[in-house]
């Protein structure tokens, strides 16, 4: 069975300062998918990266970086230099490699940051 | 623009009165599917179906139900609501074949009184 397990609830950092969420995922299958989305106080899931279980490159976009590592199966999200936008819940999540396969999310974690 | 369209956005209902809470695509994809959040529990999967007149059951299928009979639409319904289905939904499609994200629709906050 699948699991993504995201131990931190809530976050609160005051605007600048760096902050990254912790995602753990179990799973048999050696190719899987692994998903961060955001979730703002709109409600909507805003997708931010897919990345598959060969491709261990750690990827950078803007102030937002991810660090993959199977050795620990984490597939860590961290913002830099954070600000009041980010403030939103996000979830990690597992797909495995079947075409009918769900996203397997996390429970997610709640960032707060304040000015 | 392409995109998942769920209707309503908010709905209040009472007990036991029979609703559906409708999904629309325009991507012509094969894959649907349909997601519950709830606090610390993440997003679960209710039903997905794998094209027309394929569907099958997630993590928590009871008391609802789908259909597929267009390839776009995927609407859920709830024959009886119960206050414990009082959620917010989410309905998602995307390619079956190739590594393809998901869209998602913008969610519908159901509360069962």
């Known amino acids: 069975a699948q699991k993504v397990t995201q131990a931190q609830t809530e976050i609160s950092v005051v605007e600048k300062e760096d902050v990254t969420l912790d995602c753990v995922y179990e799973t048999r299958d050696t190719t899987y998918y692994l998903f961060w989305y955001k979730q703002p106080p709109s409600g909507e899931l805003v997708f931010l990266i897919r990345r598959n279980s060969f491709d261990e490159q750690n990827e950078i976009s803007g102030r937002y970086s991810w660090n993959f590592q199977k050795s620990t199966s984490s597939f860590n999200f961290t913002i830099t230099a954070s600000q009041v936008v980010d403030s939103a819940v996000y979830f990690c999540?597992?797909?495995?490699?079947?075409?009918?396969?769900?996203?397997?999310f996390g429970a997610g974690t709640q960032v707060v940051v304040t000015p | 623009e392409a995109q998942v369209t769920q209707n309503p956005r908010y709905l209040i209902t009472v007990t036991g009165k029979k609703l559906t809470v409708t999904c629309s695509q325009n991507m012509n994809h094969e894959y649907m599917s349909w997601y519950r959040q709830d606090p610390g529990l993440g997003l679960r999967q209710i039903y997905y179906?794998?094209?027309?007149?394929?569907?099958d059951k997630g993590d928590v299928p009871e008391g609802y139900k789908v259909s597929r009979k267009e390839k776009r639409n995927f609407p859920l319904i709830l024959e009886s609501p119960s206050p414990n289905q009082t959620s917010l939904y989410f309905c998602?499609?995307?390619?079956?074949?190739?590594?393809?994200?998901?869209?998602f629709g913008s969610g519908t906050r159901l509360t069962v009184v």
């Open positions: 179906s794998m094209n027309v007149e394929a569907t």
């Open positions: 999540a597992l797909r495995g490699p079947d075409s009918w396969g769900k996203l397997q």
């Open positions: 998602a499609s995307r390619r079956t074949a190739g590594n393809y994200g998901y869209t």
